[in-house]
């Protein structure tokens, strides 16, 4: 009888939850996001550095930035978990930098910075800084390069009058100036006369 209560009172014991000293571990762990700073203009990738600790251990630390999910940290190094950004990656405007650390237990905290992202256009392309020339004396903007075309030929020779001769031209005197001859040539050739011969 007394071993069969023995049995039983250990079958108890180790049936019953397993728990911390002093109860269920319901704290969460403490995070505090050390670079980038709130409000801080993130134009270029930049090594993001959190502070994550808990009593009884971190798990490990996600990264959050505009709503998406980045993936999980790289640490710890003397408790900073570390994660590069790129802000290429996001659209550039307002964004909200979130980091949140979970411990053994399924418990987690977060912190979270509101930046500024200087990456991608919603069309794709890459964001252009703004030069602002208003008050600037002596700028010289660059002008667009014009390509002009080469002249065109003269379709015939020129003579030395600047007039061109053309086929089939009529000239002072009936005469017709050929192709490559100028007018004035062409106004001093006489027309021959032809006379019929009878025979004798």
Not at 49 to 56: G, K, L, Q, R, V
Not at 163 to 176: D, E, R
Request: hydrophobic share 35%; aromatic share 6%.
């Amino acid at each position: 009888m007394k071993n069969r209560i023995w049995m039983m009172t250990v079958g108890l014991v180790l049936a019953a939850p397993v728990c911390w000293a002093g109860g269920p571990d319901k704290t969460p762990p403490e995070v505090d996001i050390v670079q980038p700073v709130q409000g801080a203009t993130v134009g270029a990738p930049l090594l993001m550095t959190t502070h994550a600790s808990d009593d009884m251990g971190i798990d490990h630390v996600e990264c959050h930035i505009c709503g998406h999910f980045k993936g999980n940290c790289n640490g710890p190094l003397n408790g900073l978990y570390f994660y590069v950004f790129d802000p290429m990656t996001e659209n550039s405007g307002p964004c909200e930098y979130r980091m949140i650390a979970f411990d053994a237990a399924g418990n987690k905290g977060s912190d979270v910075v509101d930046i500024i992202v200087k990456g991608k256009n919603p069309d794709g392309t890459t964001a252009q800084a703004k030069v602002d020339l208003s008050g600037v004396t002596g700028a010289t903007l660059a002008q667009p390069r014009v390509e002009v075309p080469p002249p065109t030929p003269a379709p015939f020779p020129v003579n030395p009058l600047g007039t061109t001769a053309q086929a089939g031209t009529t000239v002072s005197g009936g005469n017709t100036a050929a192709i490559g001859t100028s007018s004035s040539d062409a106004a001093s050739i006489k027309p021959r006369k032809f006379e019929a011969k009878t025979g004798q």
